[in-house]
């Protein structure tokens, strides 16, 4: 199993700036991608940015050139840099984990950290 635990959430004004970090344990030689998902109220689950073990990253066109995703794999920690942030960038955001499993891939969840983006 891979535990994944999010921090660095909070509430910053438009314009502003935040960095959430995803710390991994247990299983990490099985991932093959980390992942930001977001969730504003109302709304379905959102993916936000990829980061593989190759270290190619993508990014949905509503974060592009705004987010930065990056990792440090000395200390298993995921990250995601967010410049320039809007209101609707506001919700819950989740780091996930894809692993190798039997018989096919393994999702794994944090529990989530909020942003609130609001004067």
């Known amino acids: 199993q891979v535990q994944l635990v999010e921090s660095g959430g909070g509430l910053v004004q438009p314009g502003g700036s935040l960095r959430l970090s995803c710390a991994a344990s247990?299983?990490?030689?099985?991932?093959?991608?980390m992942r930001w998902y977001r969730q504003a109220p109302g709304n379905e689950r959102e993916w936000v940015a990829q980061?593989?073990?190759?270290?190619?990253?993508s990014y949905s066109d509503s974060v592009k050139g705004r987010f930065t995703i990056s990792r440090d794999t000395a200390k298993n920690t995921m990250y995601l840099q967010m410049n320039s942030l809007k209101p609707e960038d506001t919700g819950l955001y989740y780091c996930?984990?894809?692993?190798?499993?039997?018989?096919?891939?393994?999702?794994?969840w944090g529990q989530g950290t909020q942003v609130t983006v609001s004067s």
């Open positions: 996930n984990a894809l692993t190798s499993g039997v018989p096919g891939p393994v999702d794994y």
């Open positions: 247990g299983r990490i030689f099985s991932i093959f991608y």
């Open positions: 980061i593989s073990n190759g270290g190619t990253t």
